[in-house]
């Protein structure tokens, strides 16, 4: 089990660019949210697969099980789930001692970027990058289960599409 | 993946003990239902753990993902889904070339008693053994998910509590 803490902010700019990695593509799906956890399946370039069990607790700290699977098993549980996908391409960008992780979806979600960074605890400083925007860490439009199920492109406020 | 295709019965008396094994205890919760499938976390004898997604199709046969997991996890888990925890000994008895599992339920579900067998596919022929009542294959109220929720001590049905 890990504890997952981190807080995540719109981007603002594509400055991140310069010091990002070549990026991984991710393709996942939401196979079963309660109120109690979300599982997740998530193929990374196609090659490799990952079946992710968080605990559905809003805000910044969450616990999260992994388990390696193969791609094929997570292809077919994809198709199984009859859910949404999500696609994007993540990118990771050290900043400040950490690394921030940009991810910029395709898709429904397309010309949505947002970039996490993971903390030590919920109290640890955090210096944002110039090229992020308002913080969105408590904001479920965000949450990639929501993303799924009511993509970006519907969304109707001005505000969230400017991104800062 | 396995196809996953079996029939239940429920059981009639105890002679199927003269040609069971020790058995295995088996705790097992439901992490999340929906429409298309079922999570499931089984910990056999408290000491080896199993992940299990299987579609949410009723009938005989059944889409069907396992992977291994650590104990603890599972443990933490079956915490973190807030469901009812299922308690049952399971015991393997040979008959007429095939395997039945017996399961011998307690806690909430004490008292019920059923058998089940995995066969290649949904036409092939069963041989069921003396001590099997009732076919209750199709019976959702028998599925695993089903007795975690509405637990067979609520049952009122006394032809059911029979089991024959």
């Known amino acids: ?3 997952e803490i981190e ?3 719109l981007v603002a700019n594509d400055a991140w660019r310069a010091g990002a990695d070549a990026g991984h593509r991710l393709r996942q799906a939401y196979l079963a949210e309660t109120g109690q956890v979300a599982i997740r399946v998530r193929v990374v370039d196609g090659s490799s697969a990952v079946l992710t069990i968080k605990s ?3 805000g910044v700290s969450r616990e999260e099980y992994e388990y390696p699977i193969p791609p094929s098993d997570a292809d077919a549980l994809i198709e199984l789930g ?5 696609d994007k ?3 990771r960008v050290p900043h400040g001692g950490r690394t921030w992780e ?8 397309e010309s949505l970027v947002v970039a996490e ?3 030590e605890d919920a109290a640890a400083r955090v210096e944002p990058p110039p090229w992020v925007g308002r913080e969105v ?3 479920p439009r965000y949450y990639a289960a929501s993303l799924a199920k009511r993509p970006y492109r519907l969304w109707s406020d001005p505000d969230v599409r400017r991104g800062a």
């Open 89 to 91: 391409t993540r990118f």
């Open 7 to 9: 807080r995540k902010f």
């Open 117 to 119: 960074v993971e903390i």
């Open 102 to 109: 940009v991810d910029v979806y395709s898709g429904e979600n």
């Open 56 to 58: 559905a607790a809003p």
């Open 1 to 3: 089990m890990q504890h």
């Open 137 to 139: 860490t408590d904001d």
């Open 82 to 86: 009859g859910g949404s996908v999500l």
